[in-house]
C-alpha cells in the first residue's frame, strides 16, 4: 500500500543547513512536494519536483530525489528561526498522501 | 485573488450536533479538495471534486459527512450528528492542471466536539 515517512523531529542551530528526508513507496506521481505547516495554520507549499529530476534548487531550498530508493530530501541553507515549522512531503497519485509530517525546530 | 479561504475558522459544537463549513478555491482551479487532519498527523485526504463533480471519496468519509460544489465554485463539508472523534482541523485545497497540480491550501477550520 501506500505510505510516505518522515522522522518526527529535527532541531538545528541557526544558521545551519537542515535536512528533512521522506522514503515513499509508490513512485508512480508525476510530482513530489514539500509543503510547511506553522502552528495553527494551513499547509504552505515550498517546493516540488519532477519526477524525471534529481534535484531542484530554490534559493535556501534544495530538493533531492533518488528514484531508486524512493527517498526525497529537503535542505535549507542558513536555517532561521521563522522556518521552525512541521514539514510534510506529499505526492499524488491515484491517492493523495502526506507524510507524517517532521517538526523542525531552529534554536539561537 | 486571496488564495483559498474558508469559513468558520474555528467551530465549537455538543456532541450530536451538525455543522457546516465552507471552502471558496482560488477562482480558476477546478479541482478542489477536503482533508482531515488530527494533532501530530499529516492530511488525510476525505474526498475531491473537478468542477462539480465527486470524484473520489475516502473510506474516511462515513456516511455522516456529504461534500457539496453546487456551481464549481465553493464548497461546502456537512457532518452531522457529531462525534468527539470529529474533533480535528478540517482543510481545503484547490488545484489545476495548469499549477503541476499543486494543491493550494486554505487555513483550515478547527472543530471541536464536546
Known amino acids: 500500500g501506500e505510505d510516505v515517512e518522515q522522522s518526527l523531529f529535527l532541531s538545528v542551530r541557526e544558521g545551519d543547513s537542515s535536512v528533512i528526508n521522506c522514503t515513499y513507496t509508490d513512485s508512480s506521481s508525476t510530482y513530489l512536494y514539500w509543503y510547511k505547516q506553522e502552528p495553527g495554520a494551513g499547509l504552505q507549499l515550498l517546493t516540488y519536483i519532477f519526477s524525471n529530476m534529481d534535484m531542484k534548487q530554490d534559493q535556501r531550498l534544495t530538493v533531492l530525489l533518488n528514484k531508486k530508493d524512493k527517498h526525497l530530501s529537503l535542505r535549507i541553507a542558513d536555517t532561521q528561526t521563522g522556518d521552525s515549522a512541521i514539514y510534510f512531503c506529499?505526492?499524488?497519485?491515484?491517492?493523495?498522501?502526506f507524510g507524517t509530517g517532521t517538526r523542525l525546530q531552529v534554536f539561537p | 485573488d486571496t488564495g483559498v479561504s474558508q469559513d468558520p475558522r474555528h467551530k465549537i459544537t455538543k456532541r450530536g450536533q451538525n455543522v457546516t463549513f465552507r471552502c471558496d478555491p482560488i477562482?480558476?482551479?477546478?479541482?478542489l479538495y477536503w482533508y482531515r487532519q488530527t494533532l501530530g498527523q499529516g492530511p488525510e485526504f476525505l474526498t475531491y471534486f473537478q468542477n462539480e463533480a465527486q470524484l473520489e471519496k475516502s473510506r474516511l468519509l462515513s456516511d455522516r459527512f456529504s461534500a457539496e460544489r453546487p456551481k464549481g465554485s465553493f464548497s461546502t463539508l456537512e457532518i452531522q450528528r457529531t462525534e468527539q472523534g470529529d474533533s480535528a482541523m478540517y482543510l481545503c485545497?484547490?488545484?489545476?492542471?495548469?499549477?503541476?497540480?499543486?494543491?493550494?491550501f486554505g487555513p483550515g477550520t478547527r472543530l471541536l466536539v464536546l
Open positions: 477562482s480558476e482551479h477546478n479541482r
Open positions: 506529499h505526492y499524488n497519485t491515484d491517492k493523495l498522501i
Open positions: 485545497a484547490s488545484s489545476t492542471r495548469q499549477s503541476q497540480e499543486t494543491q493550494y
